[in-house]
């Protein structure tokens, strides 16, 4: 009997079953340790995909714009927990109308460092919320600056894929 092994893959719509050889499979693994097997099969179905497309693949880059698309599913769960939170103890709407006064707009996140230690000397109530609405916008200047990033990458495969006429 060969030397080989069923994975069974769990799909949306179904499963589909893997013969793998096993001595291959251990190898692989052994060599890419302490890497995980599952990145390494798909960086190696992404790569034959590309192959038979007749274009480029460059792992680094899909790399960076998957672990890009981890953060930003990071950072959008969240900022929406701490804003939740911070609407639960009825403080969001006070601190977002005080950060305004003290010269933070919603669309400029950039001078947050500059504009966070008067928010927190201005803030009344309990020093926590202040605090909180702060790391809450320095997730949503996180989230923003993933978001630009994967503007790029999107960008940048939109545009490397156009044919020129």
């Known amino acids: 009997m060969l030397p080989y092994f069923s994975v069974e893959v769990f799909l949306l719509r179904g499963t589909v079953t ?50 890009l698309e981890r953060e930003h599913v990071r950072l959008v769960r969240e900022v929406d927990q701490q804003e939740r939170w911070l609407r639960k103890r009825k ?25 966070a230690p008067k928010l927190r000397r201005e803030w009344t109530g309990d020093p926590q919320d202040a605090h909180q609405f702060i790391m809450l916008l320095e997730a949503a200047r996180a989230r923003r600056e993933v ?4 503007d790029e990458v999107r960008d940048s495969r939109a ?3 156009q044919v020129p006429v």
């Open 147 to 150: 978001e630009r990033k994967l």
């Open 91 to 115: 403080v969001y709407d006070d601190l977002t109308r005080l950060a305004v006064k003290v010269g933070l707009t919603p669309k400029d996140l950039g001078r947050l460092d500059e504009v």
């Open 18 to 67: 893997l013969h793998l050889d096993l001595e291959l499979f251990q190898e692989l693994r052994k060599a890419i340790a302490p890497a995980k097997i599952s990145r390494e099969i798909d960086d190696l179905m992404r790569k034959r995909i590309a192959e038979l497309e007749g274009r480029e693949y460059r792992q680094e880059e899909q790399v960076d714009y998957e672990a």
């Open 159 to 161: 545009a490397s894929q």
